[in-house]
């Protein structure tokens, strides 16, 4: 049984890291919509993020505050 591994309780924990990528559309005009509300990660029934599991603010206008995403507008 999986509950009987951890009867004496949890040591330690080990660290798993994941790298994500996401694509933001650019219009004609070079103007790039970074928003929650663009990312596939936005779960708008909710307005959360699933990466975070936080609500993101103005996602039709912003990344959210708690966005993990590095953005390079470059």
Do not use: W
Not at 35 to 45: G, L
Not at 52 to 71: A, M, W
């Amino acid at each position: 049984m999986a509950s009987d591994r951890f009867e004496s309780g949890v040591s330690k924990y080990v660290e798993g890291k994941a790298t994500v990528n996401v694509f933001f559309p650019v219009d004609g005009h070079g103007c790039a919509d970074c928003s929650c509300q663009q990312c596939r990660f936005y779960q708008p029934n909710s307005r959360k993020c699933a990466l975070t599991g936080e609500i993101s603010e103005y996602p039709s206008k912003y990344v959210g505050s708690h966005c993990p995403l590095r953005i390079d507008t470059q």
